[in-house]
């Protein structure tokens, strides 16, 4: 049974950072992209950031660009996502997934994990 498990969510002040981290099991995750969505309250979940096979293929969303670093271990079965700069606006349920492709639609992806909090107070 595939299960995605996220950590490191918290309240943090506007310019901070927080490291998330999502820890995969149950898949050979290393021949598949893992992403990253996030959900404010009444908006729709959007696509922040998503990596597959090395560091060198990983894609952002434009309102994260340059703030926020995917990256994932060796062993492909543990995702991080570095958040640096962090602004109000960021404040969100972020949630990991898993894809058989490079993907920004979060209909492309078939396993999620149950989310985890940040809050960025100004």
């Known amino acids: 049974q595939v299960q995605l498990v996220e950590s490191g969510g918290g309240l943090v002040q506007a310019g901070g950072s927080l490291r998330l981290s999502c820890t995969a099991s149950?898949?050979?995750?290393?021949?598949?992209?893992m992403g990253w969505f996030r959900q404010a309250p009444g908006k729709e979940r959007e696509f922040v950031a998503v990596?597959?096979?090395?560091?060198?293929?990983?894609y952002y969303a434009d309102s994260v660009k340059g703030r926020f670093t995917v990256s994932r271990d060796n062993a492909g079965n543990t995702v991080y996502l570095q958040m640096n700069s962090l602004k109000p606006e960021d404040t969100a349920v972020y949630y990991c997934?898993?894809?058989?492709?490079?993907?920004?639609?979060?209909?492309?992806?078939?396993?999620w994990g149950q989310g985890t909090q940040v809050t960025v107070s100004s």
């Open positions: 990596i597959k096979w090395s560091i060198l293929d990983t």
């Open positions: 997934a898993t894809a058989p492709k490079v993907a920004r639609s979060p209909t492309e992806y078939d396993y």
């Open positions: 149950g898949r050979t995750f290393s021949s598949y992209a």
